[in-house]
């Protein structure tokens, strides 16, 4: 008998000493900030948008008679950090729960136990935040965001999100994109999306047109209303991303979020060269990227594995998932007059 | 012998080899351009508690909306047609030109027999003014405050349907003062009413 035991014994030190068991509980998951925020990017493909143009364009200053001269160019930066989470008031990207705010929800009956589908989107230009304080100065030669961070989005507190009458007479382009023309657009911009994901910081101008005309589209995600907020069982990320498109494209109406992007729908105006406009959705300016639990890459909006069934093997986050949203800019470096 | 033999052969070897060229594909090994990201993590380090505290108190800015408002002086209805303006043109996917143009008028109907309300209150009020004004307002679907944390506001007075001030809301009914009430309703078949509501309490 005491053999056998002995030999146990030592057969589970081999194992243990193997790495074949591990009676470690598993590591706590990772948070966005204040951890994981550089692994979560995707900066090998930001590298490629960073480009300069030969052709030089002038920008009018008040302080200068003839205004400054610089060159064409073009860049991308992560501006804003949207998340999916499963728990109301639950930060995911903090690893943080709101305290006395659960009660909230009760009477308005929006509490619900399946699917991901409260989403907060917080305004976080890393890249410029962080230059700041390190007091690297790129102002016109990188013309990043202004560094300030934001709460834009909460759904938990948006009663559109929630009241489907309100959300119908907010946002009446609803109606375009559940009907026989709203599948044809989201097919048309499906396949605008998948080819320029081939190359995704080449310029096409045709099919850059092609994504903005039909901004109510959802790309591949198929025909679903802009910002519907029903639960997805099989595909809760599917909801979580036409929210935060829906919110992208109600921002950038009231002029929150601008245009820093040459489109079709400021063909007029050359100062896009030279600061942000307040305009209409772009969104060719907007990418996305799903940043936990797993680092993906940055594509075209619409394009974005958005099952669970991808994330199935990673349970760090509990379903939850952060995204990274990439806005592109076009700038003229040593003049650029700035904006958000 | 044997020794001599095999040095034989390999010297053989090595004249016999021939340079085939490459064979098969290459690919090309990338490696992380770390130097950009080294910045901002070194500037991170310093500036970690700073961030969190900054987030933080953005999301508890999301709560609680300062706004100063105007107070309306007299009770009065207004009924009017409900319509919003598009923002932007919408193209036919078949044919790609506009259907829609950019400022065209787009009336959403309610669901008949449906009516929906919702309110807009200062939390800048008194705990007896706000009650009385909670009364006359009656039943509304969900309330906007401003210039108060929600969640205190609903500790306060015990309704939970409190949403903070919208601002997305406000500007597309256009409301100027507080308290006003805006009741959506189906009267006739094809267009909806818009019943907007202001009063000023007694003293």
């Not at chain 1, 950038?252 to 601008?258: F, H, M, V």
């Not at chain 2, 090994?29 to 992380?32: G, R, V």
């Given at each position: 008998?005491k ?6 014994l030592i ?15 598993p ?5 966005l900030?204040p951890n ?5 990017l995707?900066f ?10 030969g052709?030089?364009?002038t920008c009018?200053?008040?302080s200068?008679?003839?205004g400054l001269?610089?060159l064409?160019?073009?860049l ?8 999916a ?6 930060m ?9 705010s ?7 009956g929006?509490l619900s136990k399946d ?6 989107i917080?305004k976080?230009p ?5 230059l700041k304080?390190?007091?690297v100065n ?5 013309a ?13 507190i948006?009663?559109?999100?929630w009241?489907?009458f ?11 994109s559940i009907?026989p023309?709203?599948?044809?657009a989201s097919?048309v ?7 320029m ?5 080449k310029?096409?101008k ?6 903005d ?5 959802q790309?591949?995600?198929?025909l ?7 639960d997805?069982?099989e595909a809760p990320?599917v ?8 919110n992208i494209?109600?921002m ?7 245009q820093s992007?040459?489109?079709m729908f400021n ?11 307040k305009?209409?959705?772009i969104?060719y300016?907007?990418?996305i990227?799903?940043?936990r639990p797993t ?14 069934q ?5 349970a ?20 650029y007059?700035?904006?958000? | 012998m044997?020794?001599?033999f095999?040095?034989n ?6 004249f016999a080899?021939?340079?085939?060229g490459?064979?098969?594909t290459l690919?090309p090994?990338?490696?992380?351009n ?5 910045i901002l993590?070194e500037s991170?380090?310093?500036?970690k508690n ?14 609680r909306?300062?706004k100063n ?5 007299k009770d009065?209805?207004?009924?009017v ?16 030109q506009?259907i829609k143009?950019k400022?065209e008028k ?11 309300s ?7 009020w008194?705990?007896n003014?706000?009650?009385k ?6 039943k509304?679907n969900?309330?906007l ?7 205190k ?24 003062k507080a308290?006003s009430?805006?009741?959506?309703f189906d ?17």
């Open positions: 008998m053999k056998i035991i002995f030999s146990l057969l589970i030190k081999i194992l243990l000493a193997d790495g074949l068991i591990n009676f470690n509980t590591s706590p998951p990772q948070a900030i994981g925020i550089f692994t979560g995707d090998q493909s930001a590298y490629k948008f960073i480009k300069i143009y052709t030089p364009n009018k200053v008040s200068v008679k003839d001269v610089g064409k160019a073009h991308i930066e992560p501006y804003l950090i949207a998340e989470v499963k728990k109301p008031f639950y995911r990207m903090l690893e943080m729960k709101l305290k006395n659960a009660a909230l929800l009760k009477k308005q929006v699917g991901s589908k409260y989403v907060h917080l976080f890393i890249i410029s935040y962080l304080s390190s007091q790129t102002n016109n030669v990188l990043f965001a202004k560094p300030s961070i934001i709460l834009y989005y909460m759904s938990e948006d009663p559109s999100s009241k489907d309100l959300k119908i007479k907010m946002l009446p382009e609803i109606f375009y009907s023309q709203g599948l044809i097919l911009d499906c396949t605008a999306a998948t080819t994901n081939f190359d995704i910081a310029t096409n045709y099919l850059q047109n092609t994504r005309m039909f901004f109510y589209a790309g591949c995600n198929g679903l209303s802009i910002g519907s907020n029903n997805g069982q990320f909801t979580a991303i036409n929210m935060i498109q829906s494209y109600e950038s109406r009231y002029g929150i979020y601008k992007v040459e489109s063909k007029d105006k050359k100062q896009i060269w030279c600061s942000a406009e305009g209409a959705k969104k300016q907007w990418l990227q799903l940043a680092k993906g890459k940055i594509l075209q909006s619409g394009t974005t594995s958005a099952l669970f991808d994330l199935k093997n990673n760090s986050t509990a379903g939850d998932a952060v995204f990274v949203i990439w806005k592109q800019r076009d700038y003229t470096m040593f003049a007059q700035g904006g958000d | 044997k020794k001599i095999v040095f052969i390999l010297i053989l070897q090595i080899y021939i340079d085939l490459i064979q098969g690919y090994i990338l490696e992380n770390n130097t950009f990201s080294k993590k991170f380090k310093k500036n700073k961030i969190k505290k900054e987030v933080i108190t953005a999301i508890n800015k999301a709560f909306y300062d408002l105007r107070y309306s002086k009065y209805n207004i009924t047609i409900d319509y919003s303006i598009l923002q932007t043109d919408i193209y036919s996917p078949y044919t790609k506009i143009h400022g787009i009336i959403v109907p309610m669901p008949k027999g449906i009516e929906e919702f309110c807009l209150i200062d939390g800048k008194d705990v003014t706000t009650k004004i909670l009364k006359k307002l009656n509304c969900f309330y405050v401003a210039n108060k944390d929600i969640r506001w609903a500790e306060l007075y015990n309704k939970h349907n409190v949403y903070p001030y919208n601002e997305k809301i406000i500007k597309r009914w256009k409301l100027d308290p009430k805006v009741i959506l009267k006739y078949r094809k267009n909806i009413y818009l019943n907007y509501y202001k009063f000023k309490e007694k003293k």
